[in-house]
């Protein structure tokens, strides 16, 4: 199984990115995504989640209605697009696939069964 991220770059607060995660290996469409954050000196925290079939997402407070986590099974590649960025959103984002039927946005990290190794994502002031 290969779980790989990419997207991410430096932009100004304000500015918008679009991050991708491309899995291959596995049957893409048995898993709900999620998308972690982790900056340096604190926890992973849990952004962004969908369930399999797309329909159902949930969102951490610190990004609700600014970020949008979306997914295409004919790909195998999950999205996040993250518009008004601010610097506190500077960090590595990670997806991550759970086989568990539905995203609660508990974010439980031991519920993934596999993680990507990142991007990272700088918003300057």
């Known amino acids: 199984v290969q779980v790989m991220e990419s997207g991410g770059g430096l932009v100004q607060a304000g500015g918008s990115l679009r991050l991708s995660c491309t899995a291959s290996?596995?049957?893409?469409?048995?898993?709900?995504l999620s998308w972690f954050r982790q900056s340096p000196g604190k926890d992973r925290e849990g952004v962004a989640c969908?369930?399999?079939?797309?329909?159902?997402?949930r969102y951490a407070d610190s990004v609700q209605g600014r970020f949008t986590i979306s997914r295409d099974n004919a790909k195998n590649t999950l999205y996040l697009q993250m518009d008004d960025l601010k610097p506190e959103d500077t960090a590595m984002y990670h997806c991550?696939?759970?086989?568990?039927?539905?995203?609660?946005?508990?974010?439980?990290?031991?519920?993934?069964?596999?993680w990507g190794q990142g991007t990272q994502v700088t918003v300057s002031a």
């Open positions: 290996g596995l049957i893409f469409e048995n898993y709900h």
């Open positions: 991550a696939l759970s086989k568990f039927d539905y995203c609660t946005g508990a974010w439980r990290q031991y519920e993934y069964n596999y």
């Open positions: 969908i369930d399999r079939r797309g329909s159902s997402t």
